[in-house]
């Protein structure tokens, strides 16, 4: 199982022309892929209805995974670590979930972000497309 970012899917649904063809790849490799709800929040601006949005995720065969208290919590604590070491306070949520809810759940993630995930979560491990 491999947690996805929201980058690398854009990567493969915009057709980036730097981007696409790795995010495909590293996508591709994984046997089983997942998001959480941040993701799938994420992803919905660039979408008409949820059904068009579903139906993407089906057929890349991508399951929405709920996120628990736990995975919360450990969002909140890892932004309190970043703003102790000087980050700019608008840059709380959607890492700090996406990455808390891949820490809790043991599943690692593919990014083209590696650095926040790799700081705020030292155990995840983080895949690079």
């Known amino acids: ?73 450990l969002a909140g604590q890892a932004y309190v670590s970043y703003r102790r070491r000087g980050g700019p306070r608008e840059q709380l949520l959607p890492d700090f979930l996406i990455g808390a809810q891949a820490t809790i759940e043991g599943i690692a993630i593919i990014t083209r972000d590696p650095r926040r995930y790799r700081t705020a979560f030292p155990e995840l491990q983080v895949l690079e497309p």
């Open 1 to 73: 199982m491999i947690f996805l970012d929201t980058n690398v899917l854009l990567d493969v649904l915009r057709t980036d022309v730097v981007f696409a063809q790795r995010s495909a790849r590293a996508i591709n490799s994984a046997a089983r892929r997942a998001i959480g709800p941040v993701v799938y929040a994420e992803l919905a601006a660039g979408f008409p209805n949820q059904a068009d949005l579903d139906a993407v995720l089906s057929r890349m065969s991508v399951d929405v995974y709920p996120m628990s208290r736990v995975s919360l919590f």
